[in-house]
Every structure is written in structure tokens, then in C-alpha cells.
């Protein structure tokens, strides 16, 4: 477990107020990324503040108003999943350099140079990546940043890549949790069939099993893909 001294704050808005807990950097982070962690061992403190700082809790009623729930536990998965972390710059600066990697080996790995139909050296993706003053979200999946960062750094690295057409055929229930994530992967085409909505995608091929990973999470693997 994390010291007080040592955790940082993790915060939300909701209903028009303000929560606060105390939690491990590194464990928040993981749990924001949707890894599976120890909540016990995430909380510096089993203590939901409306001001961490100075020690101001919040009201059970407020927390059993707007969570449904006064377990701290259960509450600080919202808070970070959310809501926001107040990361120190190194640990900022860190996570965006993990990301920044994870980026440059999937470039390296699924896109060419269309002039010499040759792979870019990592290094020439990575230098791209600089000149071409990309901004990576160390928060967002490295793949799901691909095509922005792709359509970044086109105008200083030529690339081509190999596209593929995935089809998903989700039940209606699910239809509105696929959509959210649908505009990360590219262009595509959807048609309803009774209550099974059909979505034909073209993706690079590097995303193919990101999204086969995505779409069975959020339809609870209902979804059929092919």
C-alpha cells in the first residue's frame, strides 16, 4: 500500500460535486488501462474526500446519492476509471515514452515505405513521430492512437500499410458501446439485419486483433467476426 506522502490524487465531477481519493500512480494507472489490480492495495487511504489536501470528506449521503454505494472501494474504481489523475511529470513523461515505443513497433511492424516497399527502421519512425510534433496520450491504448498518429507523420515519412475488412455482426443492445469505438479504426459501412446490426470495418491489419479484443469485451463476447 501506497504512504499518503507518496500517493497522488485521483478526482471526478459528478452531479455538481467534487471527489477525491489518494491512490498509487502506478496501480491507477493500470486500473485506468483496465489491467486488473488490488484496489485494497491502490488507496494510500479507504477515504473518499470532497478535498484530499485538506482532509474534507465527503458526505455518505452524497456518496450514496451519486455512486449508490459508500464502499470506498467500489467508489475509487469509478474515480480513476472516470475521472482524472493528477500524474507528476516524470511519471507523465514516462508513460508517454512507453507509449511513444509501443507506437513506433507497431508502425515498424505493419507499414512500408510505398517508394522501396521496404520497412522504416524504428528510428525513422520515431524521429517522424518528433518532427512532426505529435502529441501521445499516455492514457489511451497505443493502438487506438494509431491512425491519428499515422495521419500525423504522413506529411514528413511516406507509409503504406496493409488494410484488411473485418466484418462484426453485434446485437442491438450493443450497438451504441460499438459505435463509441468504431471511428478509431478507420472507415466503415453498417446495414441492420433484424436486431443484429452488421459493420463492415477497413483497418490496418496491426489493429486486427485490438479490435477483435474490443468489440467481444463490449459486447460481452456475443459478437460474431469474421
Not at 25 to 31: H, M, N, Q, T, V
Not at 44 to 60: L, Y
Not at 180 to 201: H, M, N, R
Request: aromatic content about 6%; charged content about 30%; glycine content about 4%.
Amino acid at each position: 500500500m501506497v504512504t499518503v506522502e507518496k500517493a497522488i490524487v485521483a478526482k471526478i465531477d459528478k452531479d455538481g460535486k467534487h471527489f477525491e481519493i489518494l491512490v498509487d500512480s502506478d496501480i491507477a494507472y493500470d486500473l485506468k488501462e483496465n489491467k486488473t489490480v488490488s484496489i485494497s492495495k491502490m488507496l494510500a487511504i479507504n477515504q473518499i474526500f470532497s478535498d484530499a489536501k485538506k482532509g474534507m470528506k465527503s458526505s455518505p449521503s452524497d456518496l450514496e446519492k451519486i455512486f449508490h454505494t459508500q464502499e470506498a472501494e467500489k467508489i475509487a474504481v469509478t474515480i480513476v476509471k472516470d475521472g482524472d489523475l493528477q500524474l507528476t511529470t516524470d511519471f507523465r513523461r514516462k508513460k508517454v515514452e512507453e507509449k511513444r515505443k509501443q507506437l513506433v513497433t507497431l508502425i515498424a511492424r505493419a507499414a512500408i515505405d510505398p517508394r522501396s516497399k521496404l520497412p522504416h527502421p524504428p528510428e525513422r519512425i520515431a524521429n517522424a513521430i518528433e518532427e512532426a510534433r505529435i502529441n501521445i496520450d499516455p492514457f489511451k491504448p497505443a493502438e487506438t492512437q494509431l491512425n491519428d498518429v499515422v495521419k500525423g507523420i504522413k506529411a514528413v515519412l511516406p507509409l503504406a500499410f496493409d488494410e484488411i475488412e473485418v466484418t462484426a455482426e453485434v446485437q442491438a443492445k450493443y450497438s451504441t458501446k460499438v459505435y463509441t469505438v468504431l471511428k478509431e479504426y478507420g472507415s466503415f459501412q453498417e446495414q441492420w439485419a433484424g436486431d443484429k446490426l452488421i459493420i463492415k470495418v477497413k483497418m490496418p491489419a496491426a489493429l486486427k486483433e485490438q479490435f477483435f479484443r474490443r468489440i467481444n469485451g463490449l459486447t460481452e463476447g456475443t459478437a460474431r467476426i469474421y
